[in-house]
């Protein structure tokens, strides 16, 4: 089995598991192996699923101000655990492919095989989701008719995405691709980096 059509199973567990309660407080309950790459595939998808249905929330446009703030700061976190989650991803991989000796005239990637999983992870959710809208049968046959042309985008991207990450990770086993990571620099959750945090913090 392909490492994408692996992690996709994985996904649509994670998806699958989140949706028998359908609750964002859900506590979590990953099944793999603590500390394996199947384990981190599982919390990946589970973060991105809960952040899919905090966004939803939030765009209640009858939601209390208050709690639409947290429910803000909930989702900077959470955008923040999904960064630091890929980056880890992406340290599989440069432990998985630090032996392979590198062509002289490889290149590197657009992207890190991580960040095209995490691409992966979000395309799951949306054919998930406009799957159901699909097949609801209390929207007009139109509309109907346009979710399942969506979806049969989504199903394509998912097949291309799918053979793109297959490839990249073929071709850096082989030592044709060789991948740098780059840690995000996320100036706005950084309090020595945001102006509206340091000088609220220089005024106290």
Known sequence: MTFSRNSFGIFERAIADYHKYDN?????SNPYQEKSIEFYLYLKNWIDTVQWHLEDIIRDPEIDPVKALAIKRRIDRS????????ELI?????????????M???TINTESPA???DRL??????????KIEAERTDTSSDQQERCRQKLSVLLEQKKDLSEAIDTLLDDMA??????KVYKQMKMYN??????VLYGHNGSK
């Open 115 to 117: 960040w095209a999983i």
């Open 24 to 28: 964002v407080d859900t506590p979590i």
């Open 90 to 102: 992406d340290s599989y991989f440069l432990d998985k492919f630090s032996n392979v000796q590198v």
């Open 104 to 106: 002289p005239d490889a």
């Open 174 to 179: 082989a030592g044709r691709k060789f991948m």
């Open 190 to 195: 950084d309090p020595t980096l945001n102006p």
């Open 79 to 86: 955008n923040q655990d999904r960064t630091d989650l890929v």
């Open 121 to 130: 992870s979000i395309l799951a959710l949306k054919i998930f989701h406009m």
